[in-house]
């Protein structure tokens, strides 16, 4: 098994930070407002809440593969108060968390699990059909690439998902490796159910893939927008702004 890094944190104007034995960010948290989600990215990992209904937008369980600071995970258990499973490899991560990121004990709303993440998705323990958001943020200590990337890791996640699911995913690096982790999500869910975020600064585009949700209508997505942003915080407005289709690259002409 390869050796996996340590866990180290800094902190700088209020804010606490995960590293992983380099400076590379790995996730943050604001320490008197310990719910809010920091990063510009991590916030972006919530536009799934624009495609539900604000009167079911917390119903179902939520799943996340790779911990970092537990942001998220803080975010839908205790914030949306949806029973919630985080998945990540290194223990000194979850070891992490639970003492510098205020992440509660396991309990009836939360599991923290400790496992490779592709082995997990075929374990008798992943619920197959019954998540209703997933968030994927998957990414060694160096933070170039996704880990887990390819078309049948893309399709374990849709299995896991119910009729009605969504996934997101955090894409990050080269242009070129982009299109082709979108391609391949495309492929598993089908590229009419894809679209993505423009990126930000730091160069995070976040995919989002849907299992048999339709595309609301503008107007519906507004309206959504504004509930997120006064019931949430979260710039969902901004959102709609940079939300786009997959549009799949043609081939070059040979």
């Not at 539900?52 to 839908?76: D, K, N």
């Not at 985080?86 to 205020?102: D, G, K, Q, Y």
């Not at 009419?192 to 975020?197: D, E, I, K, P, S």
Request: charged residues 20%; glycine residues 6%.
């Amino acid at each position: 098994m390869r050796s996996l890094p340590e866990a180290t944190i800094s902190e700088q104007d209020g804010v606490r930070y995960l590293h992983l034995d380099t400076p590379w960010v790995q996730g943050a948290m604001l320490l008197k407002q310990p719910r809010t989600l920091v990063l510009e990215y991590v916030q972006r990992m919530m536009a799934w809440m624009l495609w539900r209904a604000p009167e079911g937008l917390a119903q179902g369980r939520a799943v996340q593969l790779g911990l970092g600071a537990a942001a998220i995970t803080r975010f839908t258990r205790q914030v949306l108060r949806m029973p919630t499973t985080a998945v990540e490899l290194n223990p000194a991560v979850i070891a992490a968390c639970r003492r510098w990121f205020r992440l509660p004990d396991d309990d009836a709303l939360l599991s923290v699990r400790q496992a490779d993440a592709a082995t997990w998705l075929r374990s008798d323990e992943a619920p197959r059909g019954e998540v209703s958001v997933l968030c994927v943020d998957l990414y060694d200590h160096e933070a170039a690439a996704p880990v887990l990337d390819d078309e049948a890791f893309y399709a374990d996640c849709r299995a896991l998902l119910a009729e009605g699911g969504l996934m997101t995913v955090n894409l990050f690096g080269r242009r070129a490796s982009f299109g082709r982790s979108m391609a391949r999500i495309a492929a598993a869910f089908g590229p009419q159910h894809l679209w993505h975020l423009l990126p930000t600064r730091e160069g995070n585009t976040i995919a989002v893939a849907t299992h048999t949700v339709p595309a609301p209508d503008r107007g519906t997505l507004l309206a959504r927008a504004d509930n997120i942003e006064s019931r949430y915080g979260l710039p969902a407005r901004k959102w709609l702004r940079l939300v786009r289709p997959w549009q799949p690259q043609a081939p070059p002409d040979r």
